[in-house]
């Protein structure tokens, strides 16, 4: 019996499709995460514990504040997003998905600090863990969406601020750990222009252009920046990037005083 042997000619064997997992997917960071993998030509699974993404290839709910506290939604989770997979390797985790409970220490109950740190925290060290095999093999990265409030924050943002400067401290810690198994990065955007964004500003049109000027850039993020500042840590191009926080702040994390 002879073997056939593929000569230089021969229609190469595919390599297996990459696959990302992104949580928080249907608001606009999420659809700017799941479209900017879309176009690196990855399959994009994506999740939320409400609504649709059109942006990605498999979607599905799920609230991810249930994974720190079951076994059984640990598995569940797992087998969607395996499921999901088909016959692609999973290269990414993006962790977006995030709880945002606006309150003084006076106002905050224990149940809002816990499904902070549940959702903004436990969640993404969970989702590392039950793929990190996955992305063992894959030679793949971790990808935190991170906050400026990790490091500057304002009245009213305790439990968000410590989550967040929690989570980056998680990536630099899960860096160190993982070695040259997976890298693991945060992306720590400012504002960013989201539909959420300007409704807050539906009745301040002069605020939301006040916000844009106290950047130093005179500008605020767009939502399709992360997605591609997310999908170039992910990529081969930044492959000696790993354990860092990305500033995309236009230069307010630099300016003493933001008065928004």
Do not use: W
């Amino acid at each position: 019996m002879s073997l056939a042997l593929t000569s230089a000619h021969d229609t190469p064997v595919p390599q297996k499709e990459r696959a990302v997992l992104v949580t928080g997917a249907t608001g606009d960071i999420g659809i700017a995460l799941c479209e900017a993998f879309r176009q690196q030509n990855y399959r994009v699974i994506a999740t939320d514990h409400r609504g649709d993404s059109n942006a990605a290839d498999v979607f599905f709910n799920f609230d991810l504040a249930d994974l720190p506290r079951s076994p059984t939604a640990q598995q569940r989770f797992k087998q969607a997003v395996l499921d999901g997979l088909e016959d692609s390797s999973l290269c990414c985790c993006v962790n977006n998905a995030a709880v945002q409970i606006l309150a003084s220490l006076d106002d905050l109950d224990d149940a809002d600090v816990q499904q902070t740190l549940d959702v903004n925290l436990f969640a993404p060290l969970i989702i590392c863990r039950l793929f990190l095999p996955h992305l063992e093999r894959a030679r793949g990265s971790v990808v935190n969406i991170g906050s400026i409030h990790a490091d500057l924050t304002k009245p009213g943002f305790l439990a968000y601020a410590t989550s967040k400067g929690a989570l980056r401290t998680l990536t630099q810690a899960l860096a160190v750990d993982l070695g040259p198994r997976v890298r693991v990065n945060c992306i720590q955007p400012a504002a960013v222009d989201t539909q959420m964004l300007r409704a807050g500003f539906a009745e301040n049109t002069s605020g939301l252009t006040r916000l844009h000027q106290y950047h130093p850039s005179q500008r605020i993020a767009d939502a399709s920046e992360i997605g591609e500042i997310a999908a170039f840590l992910a990529s081969e191009a930044a492959r000696s990037i790993t354990g860092a926080s990305i500033d995309v702040s236009n230069g307010i994390a630099a300016r003493l005083h933001d008065p928004a």
